[in-house]
């Protein structure tokens, strides 16, 4: 991640972060219409065009329609209202020891 950074690879760096923060997602469209970037990425997996299973963003820079689809899907899931395939865990302090909770 440093490394995009320093080469200022921010595209890449977008995508990258969907892989890390969103392992479940994937992305389903970057284009380019009139000028504007839309990003689209949805839940790896499932069938493809239901409105819950996909976050979308637009703007003038490619970069932050990627960012800007990549925080729509993180609110989505903490929201609720999209689903993952990812088994959500919560980590449980006992005796000093972190433990997972499935």
Do not use: Y
Request: net charge negative.
């Amino acid at each position: 991640m440093q490394r995009l950074i320093e080469v200022e690879a921010w595209v890449d760096l977008g995508f990258w972060l969907i892989g890390w923060e969103l392992p479940d997602w994937m992305i389903h469209r970057l284009s380019c219409d009139d000028r504007r970037w839309n990003c689209a990425i949805c839940v790896r997996g499932l069938a493809i065009n239901w409105v819950e299973d996909m976050a979308e963003f637009q703007h003038d820079n490619p970069a932050l329609a990627i960012f800007g689809a990549l925080v729509q899907a993180q609110i989505q899931k903490m929201q609720g209202h999209a689903p993952s395939n990812v088994t959500p865990f919560r980590r449980m302090e006992g005796d000093g020891i972190s433990l997972l909770k499935r």
